[in-house]
């Protein structure tokens, strides 16, 4: 596994581990070519929040993530 993929997990899983314990999680920005698409494991009631706001769900989450990016 490439060190940048064990460093993505380690930080999610500390992330994770952040947001259960109620404490901001933070996001750690990982470089990726633009045509490159990343998974990303949330709550499911956070996606169900974010689906009730309509089409363009998906786009806008991006865009809110990339402007409050580290």
């Known amino acids: 596994m490439p ?4 460093d993505f997990q380690r930080d999610l899983l500390e992330s994770v581990k952040q947001m ?3 404490q901001a999680a933070r996001l750690t920005q990982v470089e990726t070519p633009a045509a490159e698409e990343v998974s990303l494991r949330l ?5 169900e929040r974010w689906k009730a706001t309509g089409p363009g769900w ?6 809110l993530l ?3 990016a580290p």
């Open 3 to 6: 060190p940048e993929k064990e």
């Open 20 to 22: 259960r314990s109620g």
């Open 43 to 47: 709550p499911v009631e956070v996606i």
């Open 58 to 63: 998906q786009q806008r989450m991006s865009d």
């Open 66 to 68: 990339s402007k409050t």
